[in-house]
């Protein structure tokens, strides 16, 4: 089983190797992909170079079972839906989990064909300072509340036919990629 974290990574932070950490031995998956986004398609302004984002996420996450990829750079998608579904032609005999933090659940239902990804995999939801209960109230947990497996079950989602989703509570860790570039500790 593989997960998949997606996002622009600019920059990549120690939140996000903790969640990875954490989601690989929560759920037992075999191994984590970063998917380094070209772009977040709900933001504005463009991320850093891909060049200098991949770089800092090599050096941020290092673990044996973590890949870093710009898969989606490659592949030409734009939206997550996209992507996995070029991924599961890809690699049809392989399964995947969506990773995502809780501060994403909170506005997934903003995400381009949401539903779709929600019941084309199981997604587990990894939580984030401040961002429980505005996850747990999301428009997408409400309308997918019954396929909810409970945190302390976490590891059962991955295999499970989708929807299925959790949200699993770990040890809190403050960074954000907003914060790191607001102290202009990573700039252009």
Same mark, same amino acid.
């Given at each position: 089983?593989?997960?998949?974290?997606?996002?622009?990574?600019?920059? #990549?932070?120690?939140?996000?190797?903790?969640?990875?950490?954490?989601?690989?031995?929560?759920?037992?998956?075999? !191994?984590?992909?970063?998917?380094?986004?070209?772009?977040?398609?709900? $933001? /504005?302004? %463009?991320?850093?170079?891909?060049?200098?984002?991949? !770089?800092?996420?090599? +050096?941020?996450?290092?673990?044996? &079972? @973590?890949?870093?990829?710009?898969?989606? #750079? $490659?592949?030409?998608?734009?939206?997550?839906? !996209?992507?996995?579904?070029?991924? =599961?032609?890809?690699?049809?005999? @392989?399964? =995947?989990?969506?990773?995502? %933090? #809780?501060?994403?659940?909170?506005?997934?239902?903003?995400? !381009?064909?949401?539903?779709?990804?929600?019941?084309?995999? *199981?997604?587990?939801?990894?939580?984030? *300072? %401040? +961002?429980? @209960? #505005?996850?747990?109230?999301?428009?997408?947990? +409400?309308? =997918?509340?019954?396929?909810?497996? *409970? %945190?302390?079950?976490?590891?059962?989602?991955?295999?499970?036919?989708?929807?299925?989703?959790?949200?699993?509570? @770990?040890?809190? &860790?403050?960074?954000?990629?907003?914060?790191?570039? /607001?102290?202009?500790?990573?700039?252009?």
């Amino acid at each position: 089983m593989i997960g998949l974290l997606g996002g622009s990574f600019d920059p #990549a932070h120690e939140g996000h190797a903790h969640i990875t950490r954490e989601a690989i031995k929560r759920l037992g998956l075999d !191994e984590v992909w970063w998917l380094v986004s070209p772009g977040n398609p709900l $933001k /504005a302004r %463009g991320p850093r170079a891909m060049d200098a984002r991949l !770089e800092r996420a090599r +050096q941020v996450m290092q673990h044996p &079972r @973590v890949t870093i990829t710009d898969i989606e #750079a $490659k592949l030409g998608t734009r939206y997550t839906a !996209e992507t996995l579904g070029r991924l =599961f032609d890809l690699y049809p005999k @392989v399964r =995947f989990v969506w990773l995502m %933090g #809780a501060d994403n659940l909170a506005q997934f239902h903003r995400w !381009e064909n949401w539903d779709w990804i929600m019941g084309a995999l *199981p997604v587990a939801v990894i939580a984030r *300072p %401040g +961002q429980r @209960v #505005a996850a747990r109230m999301s428009p997408a947990a +409400q309308t =997918f509340r019954d396929h909810r497996v *409970p %945190g302390r079950h976490a590891r059962r989602i991955i295999h499970m036919d989708p929807p299925a989703w959790t949200l699993v509570n @770990v040890p809190m &860790r403050p960074h954000s990629s907003s914060e790191i570039r /607001a102290r202009g500790e990573w700039s252009d």
